[in-house]
């Protein structure tokens, strides 16, 4: 089995940095992947990482330490759009490469 | 590029009612995924399809759900009879090819909504 944990809401205010955590424990890992989810809509696709480092995208950058069993997303100059819930999800090698989610990050970006 | 359809978006239903949803992947996309999205969770693996085979459907209640993808392009997903927990989204996602072992991003569709009363 697996455990994904990541914190239930942030806060943070427009033009700020934020960093949201996610830990986890899975026997197979093959990739660590956060997706965006704004309210009502489905999922899109931020970030993948499968070795460990930082990977930059933008206003957007995610890191991974295989070891630690750690990832964080890291948003820059928050935008009052970034307001969504952000999906921590590990692909298991053992099963059959399907995604497991944890339980999402809701973010709020105040003015 | 086409992403992934679904239909309905939004159903109603009784419990002990059937309900069915449809899905389209991207054109090309052999993996098909559906996934159970309950409010304030994220979502969970119901299925995995590579081309018309069922890969993994281990967390499917299969008393009462079940899914098909006959031709490895289309796929529907079934409830009979439904209960009131199963009110969630459901969304389909897709990917080139999943058991390549490559970084193959997963694409999803809006979802259905579903309200069991």
């Known amino acids: 089995g697996q455990n994904i944990d990541q914190p239930t809401e942030m806060t943070a205010t427009e033009g700020a940095i934020v960093q949201i955590n996610c830990t986890y424990q899975t026997s197979g890992f093959n990739g660590l992947f956060w997706y965006q989810q704004h309210a009502g809509e489905a999922p899109t696709f931020l970030s993948y990482n499968v070795l460990d480092g930082l990977e930059e995208k933008g206003r957007f950058s995610s890191f991974l330490s295989r070891s630690k069993g750690y990832s964080y997303l890291l948003l820059k100059e928050l935008q009052m759009k970034d307001s969504a819930s952000y999906l921590c999800?590990?692909?298991?090698?053992?099963?059959?490469?399907?995604?497991?989610f944890g339980k999402g990050t809701s973010l709020l970006v105040t003015p | 590029e086409a992403g992934v359809a679904q239909s309905p978006r939004y159903k109603i239903i009784e419990k002990r009612q059937s309900v069915a949803f449809w899905c389209n992947p991207i054109?090309?996309?052999?993996?098909l995924y559906w996934y159970q999205q309950i409010l304030g969770q994220g979502p969970k693996l119901l299925i995995q399809?590579?081309?018309?085979?069922?890969?993994?459907d281990s967390q499917l209640p299969k008393d009462r759900f079940s899914a098909e993808r006959l031709k490895g392009v289309d796929s529907t997903l079934k409830i009979q009879p439904a209960k009131l927990e199963d009110s969630a989204v459901y969304l389909c996602?897709?990917?080139?090819?999943?058991?390549?072992?490559?970084?193959?991003?997963?694409?999803f569709g809006p979802g259905t909504r579903l309200l069991v009363l």
């Open positions: 054109s090309g996309h052999a993996t």
């Open positions: 996602a897709s990917s080139l090819n999943i058991l390549t072992g490559a970084a193959e991003t997963q694409y």
């Open positions: 399809f590579q081309n018309n085979g069922v890969v993994d």
């Open positions: 999800a590990v692909r298991d090698k053992n099963s059959g490469y399907a995604l497991n």
